[in-house]
């Protein structure tokens, strides 16, 4: 059982930046491939970015990549994203998310069986 809580989000204007840290229970934390989701109202969860458990292997959306980074340390079982050039649409409760041991990373939600409670951000134009 691993679990997840994010904290970091805020209101930020346009153009700025934030860091979201998700800080994961128990003693196995580099086994698990770790992946960020946000949802803005009335919209579906999408992906946002994923970092396998073996070091340096990443994947981002089309519509974040150049801005966000995702970055894990296992020896503060943490997770982070760090959200550059931030834009009105990038507003959503955003979810960190643990795979399956040793999987590889996915963009899928269906991939994921732990989830945080998510932290809300807002982007002001």
């Known amino acids: 059982q691993v679990q997840l809580v994010e904290s970091g989000g805020a209101l930020v204007q346009a153009g700025g930046s934030l860091r979201l840290s998700c800080v994961a229970s128990g003693r196995t934390f580099s086994s698990y491939p770790m992946g960020w989701f946000r949802q803005a109202p009335g919209k579906a969860r999408e992906f946002v970015a994923a970092?396998?458990?073996?070091?340096?292997?990443?994947y981002y959306t089309d519509s974040v990549k150049g801005r966000f980074t995702i970055s894990r340390d296992n020896a503060k079982n943490t997770v982070y994203l760090q959200m550059n050039s931030l834009k009105p649409e990038d507003t959503a409760v955003y979810s960190c998310?643990?795979?399956?041991?040793?999987?590889?990373?996915?963009?899928?939600?269906?991939?994921?069986?732990?989830w945080g409670q998510g932290t809300q951000v807002t982007v002001s134009s």
């Open positions: 998310a643990a795979g399956r041991q040793f999987s590889y990373y996915s963009p899928s939600p269906g991939q994921y069986d732990y």
């Open positions: 970092i396998s458990w073996r070091p340096g292997n990443t």
